[in-house]
T-cell receptor, first 113, second 111 residues
Framework: DAGVTQSPTHLIKTRGQQVTLRCSPK?????VSWYQQALGQGPQFIFQ???????QRGNFPDRFSGHQFPNYSSELNVNALLLGDSALYLC????????????FGPGTRLTVT | EDQVTQSPEALRLQEGESSSLNCSYT??????LFWYRQDPGKGPEFLFT???AGEEKEKERLKATLTKKESFLHITAPKPEDSATYLC????????????FGPGTRLSVLP
């Protein structure tokens, strides 16, 4: 059984550009949450999706948006990149009816120059 | 506002030297407290969930405990492979969908 997968592994973008990160949840999981983890800090909650809708959002600006597809996979989009957006972006999936169980993917390392 | 703090920020132990990591939290309506292990450049790996004060969970050399204001992760006779960052997170609020993580404790176990 494949775990949570994320792509790409690493990404380098220039300030002002836009980026799309992708996440495929574990089999049987219908909920996807996204987190931003700056170097040396704990993950910060960005938002959570299930039933193809954003259900809860952390303290992140509208430049951060997402989408969930019918197959439960998800995308995180960040517009107008800032240097401060450089971080490890983590996706976590949860099984149906048990959203307190979170299984994390390996993350995408985004560097903004 | 929900808050989670962890101490110490970093801890260096000799192999076999037992110790404890602390997670203190201020939340409204705790629905669960979670411990994760994170290796460099990887995603967090789930260790334990605790739901109520007095609850304890064990796994190999690790034991997690919970009080009304804090949780401890006790590491007994650690080995070098226990070296990692240990993250604490709380799930709180009416809908319980929002996880708040602490900054983590970086543990190094020297042979």
């Amino acid at each position: 059984d494949a775990g949570v997968t994320q792509s790409p592994t690493h990404l380098i973008k220039t300030r002002g550009q836009q980026v799309t990160l992708r996440c495929s949840p574990k089999s049987g999981h219908d909920t996807v949450s996204w987190y931003q983890q700056a170097l040396g800090q704990g993950p910060q909650f960005i938002f959570q999706y299930y039933e193809e809708e954003e259900r809860q959002r952390g303290n992140f600006p509208d430049r951060f948006s997402g989408h969930q597809f019918p197959n439960y996979s998800s995308e995180l989009n960040v517009n107008a990149l800032l240097l401060g957006d450089s971080a490890l972006y983590l996706c976590a999936s949860s099984p149906r009816g048990r959203r307190n169980e979170q299984y994390f993917g390996p993350g995408t390392r985004l560097t903004v120059t | 506002e929900d808050q989670v703090t962890q101490s110490p920020e970093a801890l260096r132990l000799q192999e076999g030297e037992s110790s404890s990591l602390n997670c203190s939290y201020t939340v409204s309506g705790l629905r669960g407290l979670f411990w994760y292990r994170q290796d460099p450049g990887k995603g967090p790996e789930f260790l334990f969930t605790l739901y109520s004060a007095g609850e304890e969970k064990e796994k190999e050399r690790l034991k997690a405990t919970l009080t009304k204001k804090e949780s401890f992760l006790h590491i007994t006779a650690p080995k070098p492979e226990d070296s990692a960052t240990y993250l604490c997170a709380v799930q709180a609020g009416n809908y319980g969908q929002n996880f708040v993580f602490g900054p983590g404790t970086r543990l190094s176990v020297l042979p």
